[in-house]
């Protein structure tokens, strides 16, 4: 059988041809989705690579592509900083570490578009890898007839293109004045060409926002385009002020005749929507026709506070990926390794959310559970059990306010820790007040 090279320079052993175009997309999408089970357990790629009648078949799909990728890895003997490491450095940080785009561009010193575009050939070259090695073919009936795919490069969809935006940057805390008045700077021309009048009324002391800053400064953009191209002639008004847990920025503009947004202005704005949810923000659009309302736009952020999260697990290298994925977001990490402090160490730093993993030596981590719940100055701060262990219901049981099973990837943990934070508010909000 012929052989093919893999990027790694390596010899894999398989057959030369080329995966079909279904089959590289199905790949990605689970790649990008790599611990999600449901996601994984609808991929077609389960029935391709014929693992639909083993028991648990997301978990196997999840170690079939990660074996995969080690077929990449190079010898012991090729020098780290070769560049035969660099399609196995992409796959393994980017979908198994689940690093930003951003983040393995940095550690490869790249550019990011160069990066996406190494991402794109080695994940290709992983398709090819499968379809050969799987046979996949065999169960394509059409796959032989079909024609070549073409070496050059796919042109990404729209959505690939948000998802690419969603996950390659990581949330920063953002100064709205720094971050409004960026993007002023980078729209005064179309300001100034339009004649529109700026009434900018934001004030000091705003609390920093929680948000991917990149992408965010791509929404705010088209947002205040679309609101210029409104008020040509006319005025343009930004405020902000804190609501609740939220910051917000409304944005009015106003022309002689109320002007209209172009096809392209709704089709900008509905991806500033979109992007705004990236950040856990949220984007409401009011444009009417001439002579109606103004034009009015409210962009609601999250304010970011820091939350103390104390992560507990014996596994040093799990406390890392953790510490990575929770690197600047709003929940600030400590790590623990050391179960017998737990209770000490939590005394101390307060925290507003426990991670425990209970599965730990020299502690039956179900009993500390109990002992936080029952703990009088730690009983009500909620704790998320975090284990390769299939029960949820037993956690719940136990008192753990919310479970997600290792592996996790870093969207799932921030969601986790999201929807815990959100029930906090709640709770606090609908409790009893003195009058």
Same mark, same amino acid.
């Given at each position: 059988?012929?052989?093919?090279?893999?990027?790694?320079?390596?010899?894999?052993?398989?057959?030369?041809?080329?995966?079909?175009?279904?089959?590289?997309?199905?790949?990605?999408?689970?790649?990008?989705?790599?611990?999600?089970?449901?996601?994984?357990?609808?991929?077609?790629?389960?029935?391709?690579?014929?693992? !639909?009648?083993?028991?648990?078949?997301?978990?196997?799909?999840?170690?079939? +592509?990660?074996?995969?990728?080690?077929?990449?890895?190079?010898?012991?003997?090729?020098?780290?900083?070769?560049?035969?490491?660099?399609?196995?450095?992409?796959?393994?940080?980017?979908?198994?570490?689940?690093?930003?785009?951003?983040?393995?561009?940095? =550690?490869?010193?790249?550019?990011?578009?160069?990066?996406?575009?190494?991402?794109?050939?080695?994940?290709?070259?992983?398709?090819?890898?499968?379809?050969?090695?799987?046979?996949?073919?065999?169960?394509?009936?059409?796959?032989?007839?079909?024609?070549?795919?073409?070496?050059?490069?796919?042109?990404?969809?729209?959505?690939?293109?948000?998802?690419?935006?969603?996950?390659?940057?990581?949330?920063?805390?953002?100064?709205?004045?720094?971050?409004?008045?960026?993007?002023?700077?980078?729209?005064?021309?179309?300001?100034?060409?339009?004649?529109?009048?700026?009434?900018?009324?934001?004030?000091?002391?705003?609390?920093?926002?929680?948000?991917?800053?990149?992408? +965010?400064?791509?929404?705010?953009?088209?947002?205040?385009?679309?609101?210029?191209?409104?008020?040509? =002639?006319?005025?343009?008004?930004?405020?902000?002020?804190?609501?609740?847990?939220?910051?917000?920025?409304?944005?009015?503009?106003?022309?002689?005749?109320?002007?209209?947004?172009?096809?392209?202005?709704?089709?900008?704005?509905?991806?500033?929507?979109?992007?705004?949810?990236?950040?856990? !923000?949220?984007?409401?659009?009011?444009? =009417?026709?001439?002579?109606?309302?103004?034009?009015?736009?409210?962009?609601?952020?999250?304010?970011?506070?820091?939350?103390?999260?104390?992560?507990?697990?014996?596994?040093?290298?799990?406390?890392?990926?953790?510490?990575?994925?929770?690197? !600047?977001?709003?929940?600030?990490?400590?790590?623990?390794?050391?179960?017998?402090?737990?209770?000490?160490?939590?005394?101390?730093?307060?925290?507003?959310?426990?991670?425990?993993?209970?599965?730990?030596?020299?502690?039956?981590?179900?009993?500390?559970?109990?002992?936080?719940?029952?703990?009088?100055?730690?009983?009500?701060?909620?704790?998320?059990?975090?284990?390769?262990?299939?029960?949820?219901?037993?956690?719940?049981?136990?008192?753990?306010?919310?479970?997600?099973?290792?592996?996790?990837?870093?969207?799932?943990?921030?969601?986790?820790?999201?929807?815990?934070?959100?029930?906090?508010?709640?709770?606090?909000?609908?409790?009893?007040?003195?009058?």
């Amino acid at each position: 059988m012929a052989q093919q090279r893999t990027p790694s320079g390596q010899r894999a052993g398989i057959g030369s041809h080329a995966a079909s175009a279904p089959f590289v997309r199905a790949l990605r999408a689970v790649l990008w989705h790599l611990y999600d089970p449901v996601t994984l357990r609808q991929s077609s790629l389960i029935p391709l690579l014929g693992i !639909g009648q083993l028991e648990d078949p997301p978990a196997r799909l999840r170690s079939l +592509l990660i074996e995969a990728m080690e077929s990449f890895k190079p010898a012991r003997d090729v020098p780290p900083q070769a560049s035969a490491w660099r399609a196995y450095r992409i796959l393994y940080e980017r979908f198994v570490e689940q690093f930003s785009q951003r983040e393995v561009a940095t =550690h490869l010193a790249v550019g990011t578009r160069q990066l996406r575009r190494q991402e794109a050939h080695a994940v290709r070259a992983l398709a090819d890898w499968l379809w050969n090695h799987y046979d996949v073919a065999s169960r394509v009936p059409d796959a032989a007839s079909s024609p070549p795919r073409e070496t050059g490069e796919e042109t990404p969809s729209r959505e690939q293109e948000l998802e690419w935006l969603r996950t390659s940057y990581p949330d920063e805390a953002v100064a709205i004045d720094e971050l409004l008045r960026a993007t002023l700077y980078t729209v005064d021309p179309l300001l100034q060409a339009l004649k529109a009048r700026l009434d900018y009324a934001v004030p000091p002391g705003l609390p920093q926002v929680a948000a991917q800053l990149t992408s +965010l400064r791509h929404a705010l953009a088209n947002v205040l385009t679309a609101a210029i191209q409104y008020a040509a =002639h006319g005025q343009l008004r930004i405020e902000a002020e804190v609501r609740g847990s939220q910051v917000c920025i409304q944005i009015w503009a106003t022309g002689p005749a109320h002007g209209t947004l172009s096809k392209d202005d709704r089709e900008n704005l509905d991806l500033a929507q979109r992007i705004a949810e990236f950040s856990r !923000g949220s984007l409401e659009v009011r444009a =009417h026709g001439p002579g109606e309302a103004p034009f009015c736009a409210l962009l609601r952020l999250p304010a970011a506070a820091q939350v103390k999260v104390l992560v507990v697990d014996d596994n040093l290298d799990t406390l890392r990926l953790v510490e990575r994925h929770l690197a !600047g977001t709003r929940y600030a990490f400590t790590g623990l390794a050391d179960p017998q402090q737990v209770v000490a160490v939590a005394e101390d730093l307060a925290p507003e959310i426990i991670l425990l993993d209970v599965m730990l030596p020299g502690v039956d981590g179900w009993q500390l559970l109990g002992r936080l719940r029952e703990h009088p100055r730690l009983g009500a701060v909620p704790v998320l059990v975090y284990t390769i262990l299939a029960q949820e219901q037993l956690a719940l049981a136990l008192g753990a306010a919310a479970f997600v099973r290792k592996p996790v990837s870093r969207s799932a943990l921030l969601q986790a820790l999201d929807q815990l934070m959100d029930r906090k508010r709640i709770a606090s909000d609908s409790a009893p007040r003195c009058r």
